[in-house]
């Protein structure tokens, strides 16, 4: 597969209202994001969001509880740097801007943009603008301004600061996807010299702090003050460069040393490096439908961009891209965006599950204020480790989170073998989980049957709220304490004494085992399904009066309470529990369940039509798994949910590459073996892509009627490698 160039464009996005376009054509790099705003017009809202920098404030229950989350974290919105004025010498400033062209590369990670810019007496002139994120340098993001003359061919004046966010009112909004206004932090604005500017943030409460310097490199050999003279019909370019400090620490670096030795070249050099290697490990090429194509390429390329790298930040809801969801961190990443990364990146994914692993005594400190003085509860949704979710019903009671992470943390540790992660880390959260589920669910005798149940839960879909015996759930702890079992013994094959080490012995593992074995899996036989939970199955389906468009999303419309009455699904909820355990159900069982859940399923969550693809590709309906992959793919680019204007979906996003990988190529690895499947639909001609696992990278390259494993770098796995049920013999291509 040759690597291509893929640009995505303004011809591409769905419309060109500025906060969609801020969002979709946003940079980041795991440090901090820049959203793509107007430097014209800027926006006084929203314009650079640092990973991980956030303020708190109390949360006001009118009617409080003991343990609900106390405190909101909130990201918080920095200066927008794009912003730059504009006038002409004798004062007009250029206040007006259009939008005429937009280039994002995804190759080498630069924007280029194109705007002609007027002021109210009607002079013109166009802009060029060209900016690009530091990538090994991840502190570092640089921006060039290139002006031409139109009408107007006399002395510009251009000057650039960096303005404090202006005390934007917070309008209260019913929409529990966008954010909430954080207070603002403390801002001290200096010029350290006349072109190197110091931005120095303390946030109040949380005490974290940043610096963020802003310093011209290139101003024609100028300084500012003077104008740039455009009557030589030549174009004229200033370059700055930002330098944004890590949270928590400020003054550590010369800035204007930093600066000189630093270029927009230089900068454009770094993220070409950085994106190549992206491209290396994990370049997809899809033949037979070139929005497709670019499409997926753009989730693979924000993906990176959201991905905190420091073992210290995640990956919020809705990346660096926009602040809906407040910058939190969710279970999305461990089940829809670390799949990539697992198979694609093994050193991030660890960088990821080392966050998880950071926060293990806030989740320790959470379980006991739900009363169980044992284990961990992860947060439902966070920044800083403690629970932030006021409305408890669709946040702390989906407590799947804990096995989520678990379930990750074993993916990992399939594909690596990497025992030292698992002894320092990784075994430590899949044991404290089980030990919460171990004592917040409880035993029950049903006839002869002895059942470990959990009640007063909620599963991933969040219409249906604190029921009991959530199939999803009880799978997925069934899945951890498995687990425990598992890592135990691969730990003792190093050294029998490391069990100790946490405090068990090998009879615990008899309980972990016989809790694995009892864990109850509530099934419907009289529709010989799965139940999505004990009571599910009894409710009334959702009206059809209710049913018309403009009622979704039912939860923009409608009380809780009228939605957990019915028998009505956000999203993929039982059927995710499937796609992860494929080995739990025959296919037919699997077409019952899917056309029983999809019968209920609304999707208003971005989250559920890439299971629904996946799971179409393994069931033999290709078609209908290209219909929801299509969704899938281009849902910000088509504004398919209607709020990309609040940041991306990177759930959605790295959903749309298990769909392609795990389900038209069904990819899945069970027992050291990694299986394909050919299920590519009619609809495409070629599928190529490449992941790496362990020290290898693999393409796989599907037509109609072949799937073909190759490695193209690294040594041959020692893993096996089965396509279509059979186990294949790996060639190396050079
Ligand atoms: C979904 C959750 C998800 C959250 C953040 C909600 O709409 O129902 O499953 O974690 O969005 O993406």
Redesign the pocket.
């Known amino acids: 597969m040759t690597l291509r160039d893929y640009h995505l464009t303004l011809r591409d996005v769905s419309d060109e209202q500025p906060e969609y376009l801020e969002t979709v054509f946003s940079l980041g790099n795991g440090h901090f994001g820049v959203r793509a705003n107007d430097p014209i017009s800027g926006n006084p809202i929203t314009g650079t969001l640092i990973n991980g920098f956030y303020e708190t404030a109390p949360i006001t229950y009118g009617e409080a509880g003991i343990g609900y989350a106390q405190k909101h974290q909130t990201i918080l919105n920095l200066p927008d740097l794009r912003h730059v004025h504009v006038s002409t010498s004798n004062g007009h400033q250029f206040t007006h801007s259009k939008r005429t062209a937009v280039d994002l590369d995804l190759g080498s990670g630069t924007l280029k943009e194109k705007y002609v810019i007027s002021t109210d007496q009607g002079e013109t002139v166009t802009m060029a603008v060209t900016s690009v994120m530091g990538q090994g340098q991840t502190s570092l993001w640089g921006i060039s301004y290139t002006f031409t003359a139109a009408n107007y061919a006399k002395g510009l004046l251009v000057s650039k600061s960096i303005a404090v966010p202006a005390e934007a009112e917070a309008i209260p909004s019913a929409d529990p ?1 966008k954010t909430r206004m954080a207070g603002l932090p403390i801002c001290e604005t200096e010029f350290v010299t006349q072109d190197l500017q110091r931005y120095h943030v303390k946030t109040r409460v949380t005490k974290q702090a940043v610096t963020m310097y802003l310093g011209i490199l290139v101003a024609h050999g100028q300084l500012l003050q003077q104008p740039v003279d455009l009557s030589d019909e030549q174009a004229h370019t200033l370059d700055y460069e930002a330098y944004v400090g890590e949270v928590g620490k400020h003054n550590t670096i010369d800035p204007a040393a930093m600066f000189m030795a630093s270029s927009i070249a230089a900068l454009v050099d770094d993220s070409r490096d950085f994106w190549q290697g992206v491209w290396n490990r994990s370049e997809v090429s899809v033949d037979g439908n070139d929005d497709l194509d670019l499409a997926i390429h753009y989730n693979i390329f924000q993906l990176n961009q959201a991905a905190g790298r420091d073992g210290r930040t995640n990956i919020a ?1 809705k990346g660096l891209s926009g602040s809906g ?1 407040e910058g939190h961190y ?3 990443t461990e089940m829809y965006m670390l799949p990539y990364f697992t198979y694609t990146n093994q050193q991030m994914a660890r960088q990821l599950l080392l966050y998880r692993y950071q926060t293990l005594p806030k989740a320790r400190e959470r379980a006991r204020a739900l009363g169980v003085d044992q284990g961990a509860l992860f947060a439902w949704r966070t920044i800083n480790g403690e629970e932030a979710s006021a409305y408890f019903p669709a946040g702390t009671a989906q407590y799947h989170i804990d096995a989520d992470i678990a379930y990750a943390v074993g993916k990992y540790f399939e594909i690596t073998r990497d025992l030292d992660f698992i002894i320092q880390c990784g075994f430590e959260m899949v044991l404290e989980t089980a030990r919460f589920w171990e004592n917040f669910g409880s035993w029950r005798q049903v006839g002869t049957d002895c059942r470990f149940e959990f009640h007063t839960v909620t599963g ?1 879909d ?1 219409y249906t709220a604190l029921v009991n015996n959530n199939y999803y759930t009880n799978r997925l702890a069934k899945h951890n304490f498995g687990l425990v079992v598992e890592l135990a013994h691969q730990m003792m094959k190093r050294s029998p004494q490391l069990l100790s080490k946490f405090g068990l012995s090998e009879s615990d593992l008899d309980v972990y085992q016989n809790l694995a074995d009892h864990v109850y899996l509530p099934y419907s036989n009289e529709l010989e399904i799965n139940e999505q939970d004990d009571s599910f199955l009894d409710k009334p389906r959702w009206p059809a009066e209710k049913s018309t468009p403009e009622n979704f999303p039912l939860l923009l419309h409608y009380h809780p309470l009228t939605i957990y009455r019915y028998q009505v699904a ?2 993929a909820d039982t059927l995710l529990a499937d796609y992860l355990f494929p080995e739990d159900l025959s296919v037919d069982q699997l077409k019952r369940e899917y056309r029983y859940y999809e019968g209920v399923t609304t999707h208003d ?1 971005s ?1 559920s039509r890439s299971i629904f693809s996946i799971l179409a590709a393994r069931m033999g309906d290709p078609e209908k798994a290209y219909r929801y992959f299509m969704d899938t793919a281009r849902m910000d680019l088509v504004d398919l949910q209607k709020n990309t204007a609040d940041g991306l979906h990177l ?1 959605n996003l790295g959903g749309s590459w298990l769909a392609l990988v795990a389900g038209f190529s069904g990819f899945y690895v069970q027992d050291e073996v990694v299986h394909f499947a050919n299920h590519l639909p009619a609809e495409l001609d070629r599928l190529t892509y490449r992941m790496k696992i362990a020290e290898s990278v693999l393409e796989i390259d599907l037509t109609a009627d072949n799937l073909d494993v190759t490695v193209i770098s690294g040594p041959i796995p020692t893993y096996g490698v089965s396509v279509n049920g059979e186990l294949i013999s790996l060639v190396k291509v050079s």
């Open positions: 996807r809801a969801y969710f279970w999305d991933p969040e956000k999203q969550s989250l759930a």
